[in-house]
């Protein structure tokens, strides 16, 4: 029996568990696959992607390797320079090359061409590159 002189017991806190939050999530989850893709590529503001390839991987390399390999004679003036970076190139071009070795005897003869015109060119470019780096590094710079 509780008398006027005894302290209340504290209020339990109430704790509620959402048991429903799964069928809640697979619910927005089924809703959102439901709507249309956004239609950024169909309103021409991107370029649809390349179907995937022999042909694009190498490409997509041969591309990285160029772009490391620094400045061109074509920069236009003003434009941002783009300073080489050798040893991502040759990563890029030996990434090329172990494709080359891997893939020996199991390419069309268009993609093995391509591949080893752009393994052929890319070294070329790379030593030009780094014969550019060494006279740049040894030459006295203006001041």
Known sequence: MDTPDSPAP???PK?????DWKSQVE????AAAKQPLPASAA?????????ASFSVLVTTLATQ????????????PGQEEVTANL???????DTLAVLAEKTKGNLTSAEE?????????????YVSAQKQAAQRQTSPRAT
């Open 43 to 51: 309103d021409g503001d991107e370029p649809p992607l390349p179907d």
């Open 10 to 12: 504290p209020p339990q």
């Open 65 to 76: 390797a160029m772009m490391a390999l620094g400045p061109r004679a074509e920069t236009e």
């Open 15 to 19: 704790i509620i568990v959402d048991e």
């Open 113 to 125: 061409q391509l591949l080893s015109r752009f393994l052929y060119e890319l070294c070329l470019l």
């Open 27 to 30: 619910a927005e989850r089924e």
């Open 87 to 93: 040893p991502f190139a040759k990563h890029c071009i």
